[in-house]
């Protein structure tokens, strides 16, 4: 039996129709990925907030007690995870600078200075200057 117009107009409209639902529920699959990925990484975002904020509440501590070595092993450890980690590079550049090991804390500030530049005048300058006093002040010496 050969189908007739109307038959094959509303199978015609039924596969369009089929399309749309397709497309749509594709659609659907994947804005649920990207709204599941977003929340992944807001919980991920979240732990990482509150790791560091528990890394400067020790460090600053450690500073505090003047427990260096403490601090620069804290500090090498966090920047093994994050080597960009802004504050893990400024407790270690401060507890070498007070163990005046300062070709270390030169280094650690400089590194500093690259990764947040927003931190030089008020946060490294001050200690740079006052490295250079001191070496300058330490050849006079000799």
Not at 40 to 55: A, C, N, P, T, W
Request: with cysteine.
């Amino acid at each position: 039996m050969m189908p007739t117009e109307p038959l094959i107009a509303i199978q015609a409209e039924i596969a369009q129709i089929k399309t749309i639902l397709l497309v749509v529920s594709s659609i659907g699959g994947f804005a649920a990925i990207l709204v599941m990925t977003r929340a992944g990484f807001g919980i991920y975002h979240d732990v990482e907030r509150l790791m560091s904020k528990q890394f400067e509440q020790q460090a600053g501590e450690l500073l505090h007690c003047n427990k260096l070595a403490e601090l620069k092993a804290l500090a090498l450890e966090r920047l093994q995870a994050h080597p960009n980690h802004e504050y893990a590079r400024w407790y270690l550049a401060r507890a070498l600078y007070l163990d005046e090991d300062y070709e270390g804390a030169i280094r650690e500030f400089s590194e500093l200075k690259r990764i947040c530049p927003s931190w030089k005048a008020e946060h490294i300058d001050p200690f740079m200057q006052e490295i250079e006093k001191r070496q300058h002040m330490a050849g006079l010496d000799k």
